[in-house]
């Protein structure tokens, strides 16, 4: 029985899961500010759900179609070993892929806008595709990468947003950031190509460049009528130390991933990868720091404690 639960939680990748709510509240929190001091309602709790649901469906999904490769290349895991019956993996699989669209709707319904609907059927169509036609295709960590732009909109558009445009550059920034790591990951399971991950590592830091340009562009924005737009870190003093953080983040990313460049073996690629998997939610925090203060943002990186305590458990890769 315990063997089996822990095969469950290894197919479902469980520490990752952490992540997607990661961007689902800053997501939300984003789009509401400073406003944000109470118990979110319930639409957020929607959202939440719709983003767990679906992040399950593609964890899933993905060993259900990569079955036949992992047979080869990761025999271990809980569908090539036999662990779980790979009829049940598809019946959960599709199972929470419905569950998540269902939990979508019900956000665009205690919303009152179509909005977290509409991206929740783009999410599900984007984990279906790219689990059953674009993994192994160049399209592959595109698709991936838009995942995670969608789950960052599923938050925003359950607290009615986004609201202003310099909003759009944080789920493009992400989304550029994840099409970087999913690239990156592509040969962790052999030896790895210097030039790809070196690539991949470029793309990373776009999508950083790209999220990181919101507080800058939030702050010009906090004029006339809209003094108020954003939270106190926003200020000219402190929008450079932001900035600064925002620096050091990245530094930290980039250098797992250097060394893993310069050595391009599986641990060391694995450990960039699930490095840059789990500075999401650092990354997601400092944005919400930005746009809430700091309050939010220790709300948002107590998510780091299920990661952690569920990496004991099962790899996030």
């Not at 400073?34 to 959202?47: E, L």
């Not at 999913?182 to 793309?203: I, K, N, S, W």
């Not at 998510?303 to 569920?310: E, K, M, N, S, W």
Request: glycine share 10%.
């Amino acid at each position: 029985m315990t063997h089996s639960f822990l095969a469950w939680l290894r197919l479902l990748r469980l520490p990752n899961h952490a992540t997607a709510v990661a961007d689902v509240l800053a997501g939300y929190l984003v789009c509401t500010g400073p406003r944000a001091v109470d118990w979110p309602p319930a639409a957020f709790w929607a959202a939440v759900a719709a983003s767990l649901a679906l992040y399950a469906a593609g964890m899933v999904l993905n060993d259900v179609y990569d079955v036949e490769l992992d047979r080869r290349e990761r025999p271990e895991r809980p569908l090539p070993s036999g662990a779980i019956d790979a009829l049940a993996a598809v019946r959960a699989g599709y199972g929470l892929l419905g569950a998540g669209l269902v939990a979508a709707v019900a956000t665009a319904w205690l919303a009152a806008t179509p909005w977290p609907a509409i991206v929740g059927g783009l999410l599900a169509a984007a984990v279906w595709l790219y689990d059953r036609h674009a993994k192994a295709t160049p399209f592959g960590p595109v698709v991936m990468g838009s995942c995670r732009g969608l789950n960052w909109l599923l938050g925003m558009t359950a607290a009615g947003g986004p609201t202003a445009s310099h909003e759009w550059l944080i789920p493009v920034g992400m989304a550029l950031y994840v099409t970087g790591i999913t690239l990156f990951a592509r040969d962790e399971a052999g030896r790895g190509v210097a030039g790809r991950l070196a690539v991949a590592t470029l793309v990373m830091v776009a999508g950083l460049v790209v999220a990181g340009a919101y507080p800058w562009l939030a702050a010009q924005a906090r004029t006339g009528d809209h003094w108020n737009v954003g939270g106190p870190w926003l200020a000219p003093g402190r929008l450079s130390m932001w900035l600064m953080l925002w620096m050091i983040l990245g530094g930290s990313i980039v250098t797992r991933n250097l060394a893993a460049i310069a050595t391009p073996t599986p641990p060391r690629m694995q450990q960039a990868v699930g490095n840059a998997i789990m500075s999401i939610i650092t990354l997601d925090a400092a944005v919400v720091l930005a746009a809430c203060g700091e309050s939010w943002m220790i709300v948002v990186l107590v998510l780091l404690v299920p990661f952690l305590i569920g990496r004991r458990l099962v790899s996030p890769t």
